[in-house]
């Protein structure tokens, strides 16, 4: 957490899984030191010290999702967003896309709901109502389905 109170550029991923024309977002639960009660990715968070990115995510969608799957690291993009006096993002993203049709369950501390929710749907929120979705996810979110939907052409 010491990196988002000093503003200081590190690394980060975000997961995003699909399945048809659905993505599975979640909800971040209130009490996360930011973005509390935003809609998001599927699952994000910052590499394990002594872990490669790809076993961090592998980690991470199991310890939030209790998901395995294949995920493919798509983009990076680095962003930087003041939430207030001390709380920063600024990261270096790692965004992984992963085809997931299956059962999940929540981890509590990380998030409060999850819902599959069509393109085209999430596509309108997205527009109408961004303040609903966590930054990092409004910046990866239209990316991710133009890859999704170029690569099921």
């Known amino acids: 957490q010491e ?8 690394r980060a991923f975000s997961v995003f899984l699909y399945h048809d024309d659905k993505m ?25 010290e002594g872990l490669s ?37 600024y990261e270096y993203d790692h965004v992984f896309i992963g ?10 501390e990380e998030a409060e709901d999850a819902a599959w929710i069509d393109f085209n749907e999430l596509s309108k929120l997205l527009r109408e109502k961004p303040e609903t979705f966590s930054i990092w996810c ?4 239209p990316k991710v389905m133009s890859i999704i939907k170029e690569k099921n052409r």
Not at 24 to 48: D, E, F, M, V
Not at 62 to 68: A, G, I, K, N, S
Not at 138 to 141: D, F, K, P, R, S
Request: with cysteine.
């Open 138 to 141: 409004l910046t990866a979110m």
């Open 99 to 108: 085809e997931y049709s299956g059962d999940f369950k929540l981890d509590p």
């Open 24 to 48: 599975l977002i979640q909800r971040r639960a209130k009490h996360k030191y930011h973005s509390g009660g935003l809609w998001s990715n599927a699952c994000c968070s910052h590499p394990t």
């Open 53 to 89: 990115i790809n076993e961090s995510v592998r980690q991470r969608m199991y310890e939030e999702l209790q998901v395995r799957c294949p995920v493919e690291e798509a983009f990076q993009f680095i962003y930087f967003h003041k939430f207030g006096d001390k709380m920063f993002e």
């Open 3 to 10: 990196v988002h109170e000093t503003g200081t550029l590190h």
